[in-house]
């Protein structure tokens, strides 16, 4: 049975996340068009077209919206994970393209088969700003939406189309809330990527 889970940040592109059968708009492509960066040797693979549409389209949102907020801004990313059983919430704040705050707290249910209920617990919380910024492992590397968009074209897509399903999303006025691949046939910390930006708002 597949684990239901969500990631909570991909740094590096390095970190994946688990995730149940997909109940979103899926891209699916057999082709494996490929080229070559010279300058870094590293492979670069084709972008499904619906998928890089969805992408420049979004971007380009992004650019209007930046320019709208004079690049200062805070979002929100939520996650969840089964093993063990946390659910996260993590606040940035930008100001002029700079990360300046971060927000975290982590959380569990306790669940009261009786009356029915479920009350979260508090199991982890702090506050980063100026020279306490990455200090803490929890939540990666501060990003900003720059980083996140970068990320998603460059690595978190960079990926055989033949052996993956595409994700991009674009819940947030059409800004970014999910992006990345999932290998087909797998079962288990498939999900490469980032998800569920729940929020993104202007001062």
Not at 41 to 51: E, G, H, L, R, Y
Not at 70 to 80: D, G, L, Q, T, V
Not at 153 to 159: A, E, F, M
Request: proline share 2%; aromatic share 10%; with cysteine.
């Amino acid at each position: 049975m597949k684990k239901a889970c969500l990631l909570l940040l991909v740094i590096i592109g390095l970190y994946p996340a688990c995730k149940k059968d997909a109940t979103k708009s899926v891209v699916k492509v057999k082709d494996t068009v490929i080229a070559v960066n010279h300058d870094t040797s590293k492979v670069i693979f084709k972008i499904p077209d619906t998928v890089l549409s969805n992408y420049n389209k979004s971007y380009n949102s992004w650019l209007s919206y930046k320019q709208q907020c004079n690049n200062s801004y805070s979002f929100i990313m939520k996650a969840a994970y089964v093993e063990p059983s946390i659910f996260t919430i993590i606040t940035s704040k930008v100001q002029n393209g700079v990360v300046t705050a971060r927000d975290f707290s982590a959380y569990h249910f306790i669940i009261d088969t009786v009356h029915n209920t479920a009350t979260a617990d508090t199991t982890l919380k702090w506050h980063e700003e100026g020279n306490t910024l990455n200090t803490h492992q929890e939540a990666g590397l501060a990003m900003t939406l720059d980083d996140i968009y970068q990320m998603a074209k460059s690595t978190w897509l960079n990926v055989d189309p033949s052996k993956h399903t595409f994700y991009f999303e674009t819940k947030n006025s059409g800004l970014i809330s999910e992006c990345g691949s999932y290998l087909n046939g797998c079962q288990d910390n498939c999900f490469y990527g980032i998800q569920n930006i729940s929020s993104i708002t202007s001062p």
